[in-house]
Antibody, heavy 122, light 112 residues
């Protein structure tokens, strides 16, 4: 059974860089059938798509966050990562990693991590 | 970037059917058959219920169905059950400037 697990600091200071890693187990991140993505949800609010990456390294970002976001993949560790720079309190959210299966569920995100709360505060 | 428009809340009684709408533009919902729907219970990760407008992933009840007309997509839940009470989000592929995904603001479904 595929599992995704987010990890990283739960508290980040304003103006610093938020860094999270998603570890994929039970399947290979290197398959050409999948994209891997990040989505966030501020407390009590809706979902926001941050971006996604293909195993080859091709990336797609939300235009509203593009100038601050970097998503990368480490196939040797079966992980992909998110970096969000110059954070403010508005970046406080639960951050989810997720998989998009081109073959099984088209544009839908079929597997999600449990999410990790990141708070931006001094 | 504008989120897709969903009603803030809908409600229905057990056994009834409800429909949640998701309105976008010709650059997203209307332009592509790439609308997905997610169910989210409190404190849990979202769960994919419908992908590519009207397809159900394996294991999702056939009480859930999706459709689209013009710039508006819809999720219909028939035979409402207590466990259907949750937040529902639509999403769509869009390429107005660069390809990405936009979500709706979410709809709280209450089963009376």
């Amino acid at each position: 059974q595929l599992q995704l697990q987010e990890s990283g600091p739960g508290l980040v200071k304003p103006s610093e860089t938020l860094s999270l890693t998603c570890t994929v187990s039970g399947g290979s991140i290197s398959s050409s059938s999948y994209y891997w993505g990040w989505i966030r949800q501020p407390p009590g609010k809706g979902l926001e798509w941050i971006g996604s990456i293909y195993y080859s390294g091709s990336t797609y970002y939300n235009p509203s966050l593009k100038s601050r976001v970097t998503i990368s993949v480490d196939t040797s560790k079966n992980q992909f990562s998110l970096k969000l720079s110059s954070v403010t309190a508005a970046d406080t959210a639960v951050y989810y990693c997720a998989r998009r299966s081109l073959v099984l569920t088209g544009e839908g995100l079929d597997y999600w991590g449990q999410g990790t709360l990141v708070t931006v505060s001094s | 970037q504008s989120a897709l428009t969903q009603p803030a809340s809908v409600s229905g009684s057990p056994g009834q059917s409800i429909t949640i709408s998701c309105t976008g533009t010709s650059s997203d919902v209307g332009g592509y058959n790439y609308v997905s729907w997610y169910q989210q219970h409190p404190g849990k990760a979202p769960k994919l219920m419908i992908y590519d407008v009207s397809n159900r992933p394996s294991g999702v009840s056939n009480r859930f169905s999706g459709s689209k007309s013009g710039n508006t997509a819809s999720l219909t839940i028939s035979g409402l059950q207590a466990e259907d009470e949750a937040d529902y989000y639509c999403s769509s592929y869009t390429s107005s400037s660069t390809p990405y995904v936009v979500f709706g603001g979410g709809t709280k479904l209450t089963v009376l």
